[in-house]
């Protein structure tokens, strides 16, 4: 069973940037997509963000696309969220997962980080 860790959330003020890290005990390469996710304050769900294909496809939801960039570095088995530009919308728990499917209303995976926490403050 693969594990994922992420890490490089924090408090930053509205315009900063910040790159989030996702940390795999095992190799990415065996994924056929990896992910970015967030839940809200005050949500149950969580919502896409980002994901990029093992062929180097990349996916943004629109409220992020072109402050937000997914990348993989699989020697170091690690996945990548440069976030720049950052709004009090983006605020959430950031959750790092692998071959994610969405189903009935939700997200899915038997992988899924423990979460980091992003806050921007206006």
């Known amino acids: 069973q693969v594990h994922l860790v992420e890490s490089g959330g924090g408090l930053v003020q509205a315009g900063e940037s910040l790159r989030l890290s996702c940390v795999a005990s095992?190799?990415?390469?065996?994924?056929?997509?990896m992910g970015w996710y967030r839940r809200p304050p005050g949500k149950q769900q969580r919502e896409f963000v980002a994901?990029?294909?093992?062929?180097?496809?990349?996916d943004y939801d629109d409220s992020v696309k072109g402050r937000f960039t997914i990348s993989t570095d699989n020697a170091k088995n690690t996945v990548y969220l440069q976030m720049g530009h950052l709004k009090p919308e983006d605020t959430g728990i950031y959750f790092c997962?692998?071959?994610?499917?969405?189903?009935?209303?939700?997200?899915?995976?038997?992988?899924w980080g423990q979460g980091t926490q992003v806050t921007v403050s206006s």
């Open positions: 997962g692998a071959d994610v499917v969405y189903y009935n209303g939700a997200y899915w995976s038997d992988y």
């Open positions: 095992g190799s990415i390469s065996s994924f056929n997509v």
């Open positions: 994901t990029i294909r093992s062929g180097g496809d990349t």
